[in-house]
């Protein structure tokens, strides 16, 4: 099993910027990739991002590409999400996730699961 704290999330302004980070402990050679989902109210946690660690692909919804950078460091177990340009709809839960999975995108392939940090977005 692999433990996951999640650390910087907060309220910012639209147009703002927020550091997610993210540090495995545990099983951790067992980890594909890391990513990042949330959840906002009422709805269905969504994917966000993820960098598989064996080559360093990162992946992005479509509503953050250019927005939003993950990155991380294998040695540390450490995965970051920089969010610029933060707008009201990216307010929601969001969560740390490892992979042991192939299917970097689909929520079934993550096993492990932080208890998940707040970003708000005031318009």
């Known amino acids: 099993q692999v433990q996951l704290a999640e650390s910087g999330g907060g309220l910012v302004q639209a147009g703002g910027s927020l550091r997610l980070s993210c540090t495995a402990s545990?099983?951790?050679?067992?980890?594909?990739?890391m990513g990042w989902f949330r959840q906002a109210p009422g709805k269905e946690r969504e994917f966000v991002a993820a960098i598989r660690w064996r080559d360093d692909s990162t992946y992005y919804t479509e509503s953050v590409k250019g927005r939003f950078t993950i990155s991380g460091d294998n040695a540390k177990n450490t995965v970051y999400l920089q969010m610029n340009s933060l707008k009201p709809e990216d307010t929601g839960v969001y969560y740390c996730?490892?992979?042991?999975?192939?299917?970097?995108?689909?929520?079934?392939?993550?096993?492990?699961w932080g208890q998940g940090t707040q970003v708000t977005v005031s318009s």
């Open positions: 996730a490892a992979a042991t999975g192939a299917l970097i995108r689909w929520r079934g392939s993550y096993d492990d």
């Open positions: 545990g099983r951790t050679f067992s980890i594909n990739a």
